[in-house]
């Protein structure tokens, strides 16, 4: 039977996002049943490679502390909103992908983690949510570049461009970080079962708490990625805040 091209959209998303969902939960049980110690020290995970539904090395970076100093962490140091969300969720989270153009090169996600001890077990559910977001995130950033490119993705923005523009909220509103940070948290709105802008707001306030977007900025960005949202996922589900938005479109 030949498919149709909804139905084989359709098909692939369900792929895509049976393999988030599963590599998210492994995951997790790595951090739960693993012997990471507290301190300044990662653990690292390394040796998870992908070939299917995307080609890609994954390299997870692990530490436990009760109380990190970010701005002495090699790798949190620069993301202050990371501390508000350390005493909100019980974790900091951040993920990189490292990728080429050649299709030759397989390309990598690194993802570092901080956990509160004090906050196991319950963290992991959170976690495991914020999770699927990130990992959808930054495999759909695998499409834009690269061996794992489709046709139709957005593509990549410069990097200077990106440089340039990790200086302020024009980051979240670059083409291909709209297109990764909606499908990525439309993934996580669904997990969760709650209103996509509400996840939307949990991801920004940090932003505006720590001063790196004002109120105005978290306005315009709200506008693109709620717009967006309702351009590309017609079963996603908003709240009333955002019918304003919404009604405008």
């Given at each position: 039977?030949?498919k ?12 895509d ?14 951090m ?5 110690e507290?301190?300044?020290e ?5 040796g998870m ?15 436990k ?16 909103w990371?501390k ?31 956990l ?11 976690l495991?949510?914020?999770l ?5 995130h ?27 523009a ?9 083409n291909?970080?709209?297109e ?14 709650i209103?996509i ?24 960005v ?21 019918n ?6």
């Amino acid at each position: 039977m030949i498919k149709s091209f909804i139905e084989f959209i359709n098909e692939n998303t369900d792929r895509d996002s049976n393999f988030i969902k599963s590599l998210s939960q492994s995951l997790i049980n790595k951090m739960r049943t693993s012997n990471i110690e507290d301190g300044p020290e990662y653990s690292v995970f390394a040796g998870m490679e992908f070939t299917e539904p995307f080609i890609f090395d994954l390299i997870l970076n692990v530490r436990k502390d009760t109380n990190p100093i970010l701005e002495e962490d090699h790798h949190f140091n620069g993301l202050p909103w990371e501390k508000i969300n350390f005493d909100l969720l019980g974790y900091s989270i951040d993920a990189n992908t490292k990728m080429s153009k050649s299709k030759s090169k397989i390309p990598k996600i690194i993802v570092h983690i901080i956990l509160n001890p004090k906050k196991e077990p319950f963290l992991y559910s959170k976690l495991y949510s914020r999770l699927i977001d990130i990992l959808t995130h930054e495999t759909n950033h695998l499409n834009q570049l690269g061996i794992n490119r489709e046709p139709f993705n957005t593509q990549v923005s410069s990097k200077s461009k990106r440089e340039k523009a990790k200086k302020s909220y024009s980051y979240f509103l670059l083409n291909d970080e709209i297109e990764s940070m909606v499908e990525g948290m439309y993934e996580s709105s669904k997990e969760q079962n709650i209103p996509i802008d509400q996840v939307f707001n949990s991801y920004l306030n940090p932003f505006i708490e720590s001063n790196y977007i004002t109120q105005s900025e978290y306005q315009q960005v709200m506008k693109a990625w709620v717009t967006r949202a309702a351009e590309l996922y017609p079963d996603a589900v908003f709240s009333s805040k955002v019918n304003h938005i919404i009604n405008s479109i």
